[in-house]
Each structure stands twice: as C-alpha cells, then as structure tokens.
C-alpha cells in the first residue's frame, strides 16, 4: 500500500485543501438529493442518525427527570410511558443499528477498499430514501398518538393499546429495508470491489467488521419484517396470531422478535469493533495483534448470534430444556469477545502510543465494553438471570454495550474521520475534556442502575418504592452530566467546520487507503487506482520490519 | 424491603434456593472484577509505559499460544457458570412434590389470589414459614410478570396459559412482589406483599380472615376495601384523574358517558359500575375495569358505596 500514488495531490500538497472534493463538485440542494457518491449519502445519513440520536437523547433526559422522584414528578403514567419507548425506538432503529455502518461506513468502505464507490450506488441513495420515510413515519407515529408497548413491541399488549402502534412498527418495517439494502451492498463490494492486491487478510478489520454485520442485516432483518408485519396484520384485520383472545400465541411474537433483536445487538456492536481496530492500530502504529482472531471473531460472533435468542425468554415459560440450551450457546458469544479485548490491549504493549481524542474514546469503550461484556455472564447465566431479568440490571448492561460501547466508538470513530469528511480539525482540548465529562456522566448515570438492579428495581416503572430514590436520583444527574458533555461535542464540532486548522491528507500518520487521499477526498475517491502489497498496517517509521510483521 | 439483614448488593435471602443465587453471583462478580481489573491495569501501564517515542522496539505480532491461552481460560470458566446457574435454575423452577397450591390470577392492575379452600385475597398473600407453596398463574389481560426480589425468582403470567412459581420462605415479615412485564399505565403500581408468618401466626390469621366483617361501620368498611383491593391502582382520592375517574366529589356528580348520555353518579351507578364496569364507561376513559362479581359481597359493595360518599 506504501507504493500507491492514488492521490491527485501531489506528495507535497498533502498537507493543503484541495481545489475540488465532493463538497463542492457539484452544488445545489438537488446535487445532494440525488447524489449517488458514497461520501455524500454517508454524510446525509450522519447529519440525519444525529438528528435521531438528539431526538432520542431528549426523550431519554426527560425520562430521567421523571425518575428523580417517585410518583409524579414532570408527567403522567401514559406520557412516561411513551417517552421510554419512543427513546429506544429511536435510538434503536434510527440511530443505533445505522449509526456506524450507514453513516461511517458508508463514507469510509469504498475508500478503505480502494473503490470508487459502492457495488451499487444508486441502491445505496434507495437506501437513505428508504431510511427517511421510515423516519417520516416514526415521526408521524409520535403526533398519531405516539406509542407506550416499549421498543419491544411486545403482545397482547402491543395488540391492544390504542396508540400508534400500527404505524410505529410499519416505520421500522421501512426501515429495515434500508438496512437490508445497505448490508447488501456492503457485502457485494467486499467481495468485488478490493483493489488489486487487497487479498481479504489485507483488508483493514473495520471491513471484516461490517462484513460480518453486513450478513446479519441481511440474514435477520427479513424476519424482524414479517414478525411486525403480523402485528400490523393482527390489529388491523384480526387475525390471530399472537393473541390468546383469537386463538394466538403471546409467546411465539417472542420468539419472532428476539430471532431478530438479538442479532441485531451484534449489527449495533461489531461495527464498533472495526472502528476501535482501526483506532488503536493508528495510535499505536502498530498492526492489531492476532490480526486473524480478531476478524474471524466478529464472524463468529455474528454466526454464534443467531442461536441465542432465547435467553430473552428464560422466564418467559419456555421450557428448562431450552432454557439450558440457550444459555449454554450464549456463553460461547463470550469467547470471540473477550479475545477481541486481549487482543487490542496486547496491541498496546510496546505501541507507540498517542493519546489524541479517538484513541481517549477508545480506551473509554475497553474499559466500558468490558463491563458490558461480563455484566453479561450474569444474564446468560440462567439462576442469576431470573432475579435479574426485567429489572434495571438489564437496562444498565445493555447501556454499557449500546451506550458505554457503541456509541462511545461511535464518537471515536467520528473524531477520527472527521478530518477525512470535512477536511478540518476541531479543537483538540475541547474534545479531550468532553470525553471526561462523558465518560464520568456515563458511568455516574448507568452504574447505580447495576445496583438498582441487583437489589430488584424492576425496569419500566413510573412510580418505584422510595428505598431507591437515591439511586434514581444519582442516576438522572448522571444524565445532566451527559447532556453537558454532548453540547460540548455538538459546539466544537460545528465551530471547527467553519474556522477549524486544515486537516490535510493524514493528520494521525494512519496507514489505512483512505488517508492517502485528499481530505475532503475527490468524488471519485482516487485518480488512479491503488495496488496494495503488504497487509493495512504498515507505519513508514517502523521499516522493512514493520512491513514484514504485517504483511 | 431495606431490613437489617440485607447486603449493600442485595435485599435479605429470605428463600430456600436465595443462597445458592447469591453464591453464583458472587462466583461470577469476582471472575469478572478480576478480569477487569487485569484488563484495565494492563491498558493504563501499556499506554504510559509504550507512549510515543519509546526506544523499546516492536512487540509481536501475534503469538498463537497466548491467543489460545486467552481463549480457554475464559471459556472454561464460562462452562462452571454454565453448569452452576443450570443446577440453580433447575431448583428455581421445579416444585418440590409437597407444595400447596395457590391459584394467582395477574389483570390490569391487580394480583388475584385463591387458596385451595375457596379464600381469594388481593395484592396480598399470607403464608408459613418453611412450607414449600406452589403458584398457579395466569393472566386475563396481557403478560405480567410475577417477581420477589427477596426470594430471588420470577415468573411470567401469560394469558391463555399456566406458569409457575414456588417458593419456600425462610424468613418472617413482609416481602414485596412486583410485576415485572410491563402492562400499561399502572405497571409500576401492579405490586403485592407476602406475609410469611409463624404456623401459630398463620392459623390465627387464617381463622380471622374468614370471618366475615360484620362490625365494623359501613364508610371504614370501604375505605379498608379500598387499599385491600387495590382500587387506588386507577382511582384517586385527591381528585386527579388515573386511569379511572377519581372518587372524590364523585358521588352526586353528573358524569358524561362515552356514548353522549348522561348519568346521576348515585348507589344504582356505583353497584352496577362495580359489577359491569364497561356497561356505562365515562367519557375520556377506557373500558378497562374487571368485574367484581361474585368477589364483593352486598355489604362491602354497600361499603364502598358509602365511602366514596364521604369524599366530597
């Protein structure tokens, strides 16, 4: 990859701002609409996941804020209700699941690959389209009476409340497709689409990542389709289904849901293990450690995924037998996961190590995901799991993996291709104090729902006993802290678009393809196209050894 | 649910199988701290000791006996996770053959249970001490979840089928049920205590439960039926709007209909709302109110009537 000239700026100017980028190639509000360029739809998707996750972030303090004190406190039972669920609707479906492949991905893949573009441009536009008319009728579900069933959508319940449910999950319908189509079109230009010389164990393991999530969201997501097609069909025409009224089976939705939903937990998180791969090998200057384990795992995991479903339902009158299988299977996804974590902390040793903010982010996410990870022994166990099912414990691991997890790779990843998308630097003192301020608000707002949890705060509750108004209270101003920390990230963001240093081609002395090209990159991301020799992971200061270990 | 015997983690065992649960926490909370603590020690060292511009060479870049190493020792301690919470849940769900048997039945927002000898009691349960009890659940509504912290099980009810639940307390005192399925508006106040008393305990409560309440007046008779039953669950005293109206300054009230008419909120209403609550739903609520008849006798009827009236 060091002997690639596939830049159209000349070795000297790499440090300045090219003349044309796909910012400006074209211009016009229509040029962006019906954009088929890569860079563009994965920036549209990013201002409009962001978009989601401001949303969603509302809906979650005021959540919090109904939390400080027992009984009422900002809103009624009902409202409440419907903020909890529309937080995770929209954070799972709007944000969380097209967060990292949609929007990084999207701009990154075909360059780290060495394409042009994607397989299939024009699917990739039908997939943003897609992705805003399912958020259109999110937000027409929100006005049409919202939605109180949580983001389980769980029956009966889900059959008879009079909210808007039928719309709500033909919104997530919708935006299943978008995802289906992006993981196609991910999958497609892996395989075609790797320049000369990228054999697969060249690839950087960001794309081993998305691939593995890219199965997934094309394996699961039809499933998900037709479970909440069924709801649909059931409330609209009466079928039965699910409900015990008409003959159906409660359980069985279940079933149907968590054969998605749980998958669809690895399509939120493996994405954030190629992102912290590709973070620590920059920072470091060093290849990843155990290169092959670490892609193979995140197969493994997105393989080993779809077996483990039920250990959503092990009090949910499934029977022992299965509960003993589920649980078994489930404690094989520890296995890939905990050696992606040894991995990337043996890559440390003997790094060249800095300390710029992706790389803070990704400390944060090892030390964060770990705990996400083993709070999970807990619940794959199954004599712990009954006490702690449906109560805060749940809620608290699952926020270490989504939150303490994806989201802080999320923003890691985001700070480190800022530069790369926008051609500018933010400020970098700013950044690092936000991710303290974040990862103290995290862990304040999360951790004492662990606790919550043990001692059997059940999940889902307006109203709770006062013996844990402490906790909850704790946990809220937890939020405050978080919310103070995205501002800050929201403000030097914006502020360095407008007046921030130029980046230039490389400004970390990454070695992945898409540092060496401009920054913003041309539209057609390369003048020439790039041959590849050694593996992704090859830093100019290491020499003829450091070419040697990785290639 | 804080007594003096509850741990900073936990609330008190107060069950049979609550030990063992503990136990296997506690076995899988130290593996996890220690491998955290391992893990991020390692971190903090490595990023001070190799921070940029160390002059201590290249680490390798891959060393297969080490990757196996990291991959068995977890996944042998995974498999004793495995196997212990297996035998623990094993325990949990399977009643030994000498249970009594208590029929529950979990609705919108109440828990419902009905002894072998006919006796039904609301949101509360009174049991022995170290007597294995057996509950057979279902749901007439939607999925509940039956849960006792301090017991360390749970249990969905799901309607159109059984579940169950067995339980042996080890412990005297109150312990606090929670639904833990959520089930709408009054999910969070879907709660109920068991009573674990001494068999001398049980047997006076017993004899003097089944007496019916013949002295005490008409208006406390009601207002003891109000807590009891759980009508606070929808129905406010303080004039706020729950999921059913409010009772105060109910009585005498003239109240809108869901179907346009009008009605006198008087004895006739109240009787009937109570044992065909969906025959004249008022307006702005939804037609969500079980049945009580045949589960209030004339007098308590009467006595709830008579409560509410003093609710001006």
Redesign the interface.
């Known amino acids: 990859m060091s002997t690639t000239t596939a830049t159209p700026v000349p070795a000297a100017d790499m440090d300045a701002w090219p003349k044309t980028h796909y910012w400006n190639a074209t211009r016009g509000l229509k040029s962006w609409l019906f954009t088929v360029d890569h860079k563009r739809i994965g920036m549209m998707y990013l201002i409009s996941i962001l978009t989601a996750f401001l949303l969603g972030g509302v809906f979650a303090i005021l959540v919090r804020l109904e939390l400080l004190t027992p009984g009422a406190t900002i809103v009624g ?2 409202t409440y ?1 419907q903020l909890f669920t529309l937080h995770g609707a929209v954070m799972v479906f709007l944000f969380l699941v097209p967060s990292i492949p949609a929007a990084i991905g999207n701009f990154v893949l075909p360059i780290q690959l060495g394409a042009k573009d994607v397989a299939f441009p024009k699917l990739n536009l039908l997939s943003l389209w897609v992705y805003w008319l399912g958020a259109l009728f999110s937000i027409y579900s929100l006005f049409a009476g919202a939605i ?3 983001w389980t959508f ?1 029956t ?2 889900s059959l ?3 909210t808007a449910v039928t719309s709500m999950v033909l919104a997530a319908f919708i935006l299943g497709f978008s995802s289906i189509l992006t993981g196609l079109n991910f999958i497609v230009s892996i395989h075609k689409l790797r320049a000369p010389g990228m054999t697969w164990f060249r690839m950087p393991l960001l794309l081993w990542a998305l691939y593995a999530t890219s199965v997934i969201q094309l394996l699961a997501t039809p499933v998900l389709a037709i479970t909440l097609l069924l709801i649909a069909a059931e409330r609209l025409l009466g079928v039965g289904i699910f409900d ?2 008409l003959g159906g ?3 069985l939705y279940q079933h149907f849901f968590w054969f998605y939903s749980h998958p669809a937990v690895y399509i939120m998180v493996v994405p954030a293990f190629g992102v912290i791969s590709e973070i620590v090998a920059t920072f ?4 990843i ?5 670490v892609a193979f795992s995140s197969l493994a995991i997105a393989f080993v995924g779809f077996f483990v479903w039920g250990h959503h339902m ?4 499934q029977s ?1 037998f299965a ?2 299988v589920f ?2 299977l489930s ?2 996804i ?2 890939p996961t ?2 992606k ?3 990337w ?2 890559t ?8 710029d903010s992706p790389m803070l982010y990704a ?1 944060v996410f ?2 964060q995901f ?2 996400g990870g ?2 999970g ?2 619940l ?8 702690f ?3 805060y414990f749940v809620v608290a691991h699952f926020h270490y993996v989504m939150m303490g997890g994806t989201v802080f790779a999320f923003l890691g990843g985001l700070h480190y291709w800022w530069p790369k998308m926008t051609g500018r630097m933010y400020n970098e003192k700013l950044a690092k104090i936000a991710v303290a301020i974040l990862f103290v608000g995290f862990n304040v707002t999360f951790f004492t729902q662990f ?1 919550l949890g ?3 705060m ?8 006062p ?1 844990y108004q402490g906790l909850h209270g704790m946990s809220s101003v937890g939020s405050w802290i978080l919310a103070v920390g995205f501002i800050i990230v929201a403000c030097y963001l914006v502020a360095s678009l407008r007046s921030g240093k130029i980046a230039g081609a490389n400004p970390w002395g990454a070695s992945t393809l898409e540092w060496k090209t401009a920054s913003p990159p041309p539209t057609e991301n390369f003048a020439e196209t790039p041959h590849i020799h050694t593996g992704p992971y090859v830093y100019a200061d ?1 020499g003829i ?2 070419s040697r ?2 290639a | 649910m804080p007594t003096e015997n509850d741990s900073f983690l936990f609330p008190p065992q107060a069950s049979t199988y609550a030990a063992d649960v503990d136990a296997l926490y506690y076995f899988i909370h130290y593996v996890g701290v220690f491998f955290w603590v391992l893990i991020v020690a390692a971190i903090v060292y490595f990023l001070w000791r190799y921070r940029r511009g160390h002059k201590e060479g290249v680490g390798p870049s891959h060393s297969l006996p080490l990757e196996l190493t990291w991959s068995i020792i977890p996944l042998i301690l995974v498999i004793a996770m495995f196997l212990w919470g297996f035998k623990g849940f094993m325990t949990l769900s399977r009643a030994p053959g000498n249970a009594e048997t208590i029929n529950v039945t979990a609705r919108k927002w109440s828990w419902n249970f009905e002894y072998g000898n006919g006796q039904r009691l609301t949101n509360e349960l009174h049991v022995e001490v170290n007597k294995p009890y057996k509950l057979v659940m279902t749901s007439e509504d939607v999925i509940h979840s039956f849960y006792v912290p301090s017991f360390r099980n749970k249990m969905d009810v799901i309607p159109g089928r059984y579940t169950t639940f067995w339980f042996e307390a080890t412990q005297t005192g109150e312990h606090q049920v929670f639904c833990t399925e959520y089930c709408g508006d009054g999910h969070s106040d879907m709660l109920a205590k068991i009573h674990v008393h001494t068999p001398e305990d049980f047997a006076k409560w017993q004899k003097e439960s089944q007496v019916e309440d013949t002295t005490t007046p008409l208006p406390e008779l009601g207002a003891k039926l109000y807590n009891s039953r759980a009508c606070f669950t929808c129905h406010s005293t303080d004039g706020s709007a729950k999921v059913g109206p409010s009772f105060k300054g109910l009585f005498g009230k003239q109240e809108q209909l869901a179907d346009g008419t009008t009605v006198t909120v008087d004895e006739e209403y109240l009787r009937e709302s109570m044992l065909q609550p969906n025959a004249k739903v008022v307006q702005g609520f939804q037609p969500v109110m079980p049945t009580y008849q045949g589960q209030l006798t004339d007098r308590e009827i009467s006595g709830l009537i008579e409560y509410i009236k003093t609710l001006q």
């Not at chain 1, 059940?458 to 006993?465: A, F, G, T």
């Open positions: 039972a009902k209700n109180d069933t949580g769980y009966p319940y008879q409340t009079d015990p009224a089976d409660p359980v470091t200057r060093r290849p450690f155990g290169y092959r384990f092990f009090v949910a009158g022992e509960g003993m649980s078994f404690f094989f520890a296995i905990a050696v974590i040894f991995n902390t043996a440390l040793y003997k790094g060249s190590t800095r300390l400390i090892l030390i770990t705990i083993l709070t022994l807990f794959g166990a199954l004599a712990t799991d009954v006490h099912h449906d109560t606790i043990t001692r059997g059940p999940r889902r509750y307006y109203n709770y006993l013996e290491e050894e450091g270990r990785a």
